[in-house]
């Protein structure tokens, strides 16, 4: 079922936030954009009484956060996940700006939940963090100061998520059909599964991958696999080495 309206299938994911202030001011800036969904990836101190001075009137959304373990929880069920960071990294996965990547996330969220992944305060996102997305954000600021106050950049996302939902112009990027696309935890089985397959016929080595996996997953991460195709390279897989097949 469709939800009520797309912004309800669009989570914030806030990745081993140091400060509890910054959870609250970003509860507060999801909230006046109309978004209810965040997750909390391993927070320093959550809950606590500097996210709800923060937060304001959203405390209901901070009541309602989700506390996850690792990233593979957070990102689970969503079908399109893109990765907020500032700086230019090796490897890089295909880059948009806020408004591209506002409209690409509105477009599937119509069907499937997605997800905004933001990182530490200090650092950011790793390159580990960013290699599960299959799309970077950067925002577009100042080069010589280009790094956005975390909750600053959640109501500079929400923003761009509620302006495309309102412009008459981003209607027609909806009228189409979007084809079932694979959910990120039936891509992460992809995934396993190829790296089982590769070391096991010593197309890699595990105690030297280099950035094969990191390689592999940006190939992926340009294609946006559907569900069948997702199938099909698994029964690949398990024709080519029956007995490494995995039911991930």
Do not use: W
């Amino acid at each position: 079922m469709n939800p009520a309206s797309p912004l309800d299938n669009v989570r914030i994911v806030l990745s081993h936030t140091s400060h509890p202030g910054n959870i609250g001011a970003t509860a507060r800036a999801m909230k006046t954009m109309g978004l209810n969904k965040l997750y909390l990836i391993n927070p320093k101190s959550f809950p606590d009484s500097e996210a709800d001075a923060r937060a304001s009137n959203a405390r209901d959304i901070l009541e309602t956060a989700h506390v996850c373990s690792n990233l593979e929880e957070a990102l689970g069920d969503t079908f399109l996940a893109a990765a907020l960071t500032a700086r230019r990294r090796d490897l890089p996965h295909p880059t948009c700006n806020a408004r591209q990547a506002a409209i690409e996330l509105i477009r599937h969220a119509q069907h499937h939940p997605v997800a905004l992944l933001f990182g530490r305060e200090s650092a950011g996102l790793t390159a580990a963090e960013i290699s599960h997305c299959q799309v970077t954000v950067q925002i577009p600021a100042n080069p010589d100061c280009s790094s956005l106050n975390l909750a600053a950049a959640v109501q500079v996302m929400a923003y761009e998520l509620r302006m495309v939902l309102e412009e008459d112009a981003a209607a027609h990027y909806f009228a189409s059909r979007l084809p079932d696309a694979a959910s990120l935890h039936e891509i992460e089985g992809l995934h396993y599964h190829l790296e089982r397959v590769m070391i096991h016929s010593g197309f890699m080595d595990p105690d030297q991958p280099k950035h094969l996996m990191r390689r592999i997953r940006r190939l992926f991460a340009r294609t946006r696999l559907e569900k069948e195709e997702v199938n099909l390279l698994r029964g690949l897989l398990t024709a080519v080495d029956p007995h490494n097949s995995s039911k991930s």
